[in-house]
């Protein structure tokens, strides 16, 4: 087995892991660790179509990232194939722009970052930590959701607030979902290759939800912004508002600022305007069951996501493609529909029929020959990206 990579997501409650093989190409096992932090946790792996579920006593990343070790001692063979560990990292800030090996300036830099990303950036460095205690001699590579957009211009990252904000407390756009927006433009440069000097309109549709204008290669707006809460609807997070309505619901509700702003993320999106769920599948079930508030969910999804579309594609000179990815926007039929539907006046027309047939996982082209953008549907990959570029970092090293 050539080049296997832990890939390593550590989230504030949870742990994912995957090991890639093959330059990526390979999923040889995948997990998640779930619950740390209370005292109900587990471990689930599956490894060769077998999935096992196993209790985490004091379920925390020390002991997550113990337990897959322990996992791991089991299969030798496979543990010393691994050539290095790759860890998404939510916020990278201004300091990175690509991804790194990391060593003790960059811990340094990912120290100063955690102030923007206060529920990422601590279990971000605690996976780092133990994963260099249990594995000292792999090397570790960061790769940052917010590097892909460090492209955006400054008139576009900037908020229109007094600028000395920006100046002392680092306050701007910085993007998420970066991984994946590289993984779909590399993905459809090989589809077509001349995308790569062309525009192209990403909307990866997932729980969270952002979309991305890619000039040439290169992202020049995005719609989430200092924190993922930003920009479209999502299943529980409800995008962009008016900011007074803080001040007006923290009122009413008799709600601190910060619970508020947990409202917006947890209570909201589809899951608030719905009062079903945060699950499109659900929703969509609901919906053609006649549920009025699930068809609004969803549409008011999806018309948020057409607006922030022809938002960020303001900065692009045309737009040769609209690509959609993640999990809503790989699977789900009606919301791509309506999404281009929303589109119209823009002379972007998707073919229901082609749309409809669109085989799950595959790259599909859906547009109508009459439209003036193409239209593709494109799953994403972000572990093989961050096993990519952990290999390349490490052969770089060599
Ligand atoms: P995240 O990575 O942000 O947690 P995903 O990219 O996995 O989210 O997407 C999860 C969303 O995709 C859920 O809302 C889920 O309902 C939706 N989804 C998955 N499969 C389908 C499907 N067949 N039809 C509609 N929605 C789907």
Known sequence: MDDAILVINSGSSSLKFAILAQAGNQLVVEGIAEGLGSSAGHLTIKCDGRKTVQELTQADHKNALVKINSWLEES???????????????????????????????????????????????????????????????????????????TIEKEHFLYGIPISYYQDYHFRKYGFHGTSYRYISQKL???????????????????????????????????????????????TRSGSVDPSLIAFIAEKEKLTVEETIDVLNKKSGLLGVSEISNDCRLLEEAMQAGNVKAKLALDMFSNRAAKQLMSVATTLNSIDHIVFTGGIGENSTYIREKICTNLKAFNISIDTQKNLNASRGDISSIAQDSSSSKIWIIPTNEEKMIALDTINLIKNDE
């Open 76 to 150: 030798p063979s496979l543990k010393s194939c691994l050539k290095g560990i790759g860890h998404r990292i939510v916020h990278g800030g201004e300091f990175f722009s690509a991804s790194v090996i990391i060593d003790d300036n960059v811990i340094k830099h990912l120290n100063e970052c955690a102030e923007l990303a206060p529920l990422h950036s601590p279990a971000h460095l605690k996976g780092i930590e133990i994963a260099q205690y249990l594995f000292p001699t792999l090397p570790q590579v960061a790769v940052f959701d917010t590097a892909f957009h460090q």
């Open 189 to 235: 440069e090989e589809c077509f290759p001349l995308s790569i000097q062309q525009g192209v309109l990403v909307a990866h549709l997932g729980n969270g939800a952002s979309v991305c204008a890619i000039n040439s290669g290169k992202s020049s707006d995005t719609s989430m912004g200092l924190t993922p809460l930003d920009g479209l609807m999502m299943g």
